[in-house]
């Protein structure tokens, strides 16, 4: 156990609950928009900075860099298509989800798809399949973060698990949206100089790049290919398409990660956070991937390979470093999970236990179930991890891709396409989840060659448009819904009519939804 | 190129430059969306 990592780790958890605390002091939780969206007053670099490090997981030091090990640079498809998530993101559906999402009153992303697509059905299925999901996500960030401890500070599993759990769950509870966002913001950057510290001291050790691949090329000359150890992948487009979709497109379908659009300040914080997404994954995305790839060198005969980056930091960094590279890891788990547990408890209560079990919970009562729901599902995904802890990238790719699948063309087309409807999205988000999980577990993978995260966006969009075109007259998509997306489509300032719109509780929206699906909704 | 074979080079720093480029024209044209943000502030 080395005293000096562990003070590093100890420096950077107490810099966090102070950021959670300050965060708290900015009277955070306050009201229900404030606990959930940060007041919608979130800037441009802390938007694509807590967008980023809330995509950029654990997976990224575990399940990237094991991945590299594992199949070289074929695994640098998956980072081609990262690096340009986030401006996507920003550029296809930022701004005008914000709009959208302010114009509707929508305080969740999964509440916000009911007023989109207005049926209580979407809520309850959408609801459902992402509190299920992103508890699975959950557990792999807790794996995550309790194997990375226990093996860099000698502390056993059940106890560093333990202490990551609790220091999320502090900070959490602290502030809601607006805590997650400013110690995301702080632990992107902790990520970033981890990351390229040890990725440096990698490449130093082993006399620069080109040295590094000749190396590996001597060792096994397909592992420089982009098809993988032994070409295992080649001519395997399907899968390559997959790869390149998940993180890069696959980000629009994500409940967790949409969230950030409808915290924006403004609409336009979308333009900005869109660049410095596209800087920091520049510099962030490629690196565990690389390191990964000259742990090959580094660590011949790594028995694991999802610790291949831990096993380098602790190989080739002094302590003081490891200490800084060992909070860098914990950063990228800490900065998801903290996501992802508000997120879960955020639809949980308020899609699911506030809109079908308690329609009259006040604000204060609602954010105090979110907090009791929090508490419960970290509870939990800490057992979980404990007695059976899976693979950390089968457990990301399995979450991820199906959340994909699911939501991608139901948030895209929410604000592209007047013509979606009601049948279109609901059909489509459970063919997507439906076949994206089918072919994981089916193993049709291998069969067929081809991604679950393309078959199932491909079948989630086709399936959106085929339903939605022929249930127009059955099921058209209401009048107030229209006039919102053309408010959105326009640059321009949001009516009046929307602005005192999203003065009404929910229960009044609510009923003002069934109002509008018994036939008798009105504009705005 | 680093002692890559040429597609693994592009890989590798061919799709950086796209998304840079992708990310230079998402800037120049959306240049008017900043009237989003003052007319809702003004608006309110």
């Known amino acids: 156990m080395s005293y000096t990592v562990i003070f590093f780790l100890v420096l950077y958890y107490v810099v966090v609950i102070g950021i959670g605390y300050w965060a708290l002091r900015r009277g955070s939780g306050d009201s229900l928009e404030d606990y959930l969206l940060g007041g919608r007053q979130v800037g441009p670099l802390t938007t694509a900075l807590t967008l980023q490090s809330t995509s950029m997981s654990g997976y990224m030091f575990l399940g990237a860099g094991g991945l590299g090990y594992l199949q070289g640079y074929w695994a640098l498809w998956f980072a081609a298509g990262d690096i340009g998530g986030g401006v996507l993101n920003m550029s296809i559906i930022g701004r005008r989800m914000r709009k959208m999402s302010q114009m509707m009153g929508a305080l969740t992303s999964i509440e916000y798809l009911e007023k989109r697509y207005p049926s209580p059905a979407v809520r309850l299925v959408a609801g459902l399949l992402t509190v299920f999901l992103l508890g699975f996500y959950v557990v792999a960030q807790l794996i995550a973060g309790g194997k990375g401890m226990a093996l860099v500070t000698g502390i056993p599993y059940p106890a560093a698990l333990a202490i990551a759990v609790g220091i999320i769950l502090i900070y959490t509870f602290m502030g809601g949206y607006l805590a997650v966002a400013y110690t995301d913001f702080f632990q992107s950057l902790i990520m970033l100089v981890g990351v390229m510290w040890i990725m440096i001291a990698s490449l130093t050790e082993l006399g620069g790049l080109t040295a590094a691949n000749n190396a590996i090329g001597e060792i096994d000359p397909t592992l420089l290919s982009v098809w993988g150890r032994g070409l295992g992948f080649e001519g395997q487009w399907g899968v390559v398409a997959g790869a390149l979709l998940i993180f890069s497109v696959g980000y629009m379908g994500w409940p967790h990660v949409v969230t950030r659009h409808m915290a924006m300040s403004q609409p336009a914080t979308a333009r900005k956070a869109g660049v410095w997404a596209t800087v920091w994954n520049l510099f962030f995305v490629p690196a565990p991937y690389l390191v990964g790839i000259l742990a090959i060198l580094i660590l011949p005969n790594l028995d694991d390979p999802e610790m291949a980056i831990f096993q380098v930091a602790d190989k080739l960094l002094p302590a003081a470093v490891t200490g800084l590279v060992m909070a860098a890891i914990m950063a990228a788990i800490m900065s998801t999970a903290d996501s992802l547990l508000l997120q879960t408890g955020s639809i949980a209560s308020r899609d699911l236990y506030e809109r079908f079990i308690n329609p009259n919970a006040s604000e204060k009562q609602m954010v105090f179930v979110s907090r009791g729901l929090v508490l419960a599902i970290a509870v939990i995904g800490y057992a979980v991890a404990l007695v059976e802890p899976p693979s950390v990238f089968s457990i990301v790719i399995f979450a991820t891709s199906v959340l994909g699948s699911a939501f991608l063309p139901a948030y895209v087309c929410a604000v592209w396409w007047s013509k979606a409807n009601t049948p279109g999205a609901l059909a489509s988000i459970v063919v997507g989840a439906s076949v994206a999980f089918i072919w994981q577990y089916a193993g049709l993978v291998d069969s067929t060659q081809l991604h679950p995260m393309l078959t199932g966006v491909v079948s989630s969009s086709v399936t959106m448009f085929v339903v939605s075109l022929a249930t127009q007259k059955i099921s058209p998509v209401p009048e107030y819904v229209l006039d919102a997306m053309q408010v959105t489509t326009t640059v321009g300032p949001i009516p009046g009519r929307f602005l005192t719109a999203t003065e009404f509780g929910l229960t009044q929206e609510a009923a003002a939804i069934d109002k509008a699906l018994d036939g008798d909704a009105s504009d705005g | ?44």
């Open chain 2, 1 to 44: 190129m680093f002692g890559l074979p040429i597609a693994t080079a592009l890989l590798v720093f061919g799709f950086p430059v796209f998304w840079i480029l992708y990310t230079i024209v998402f800037l120049i044209v959306t240049r008017d969306w900043v009237k989003d943000s003052a007319a809702a502030d003004d608006a309110q």
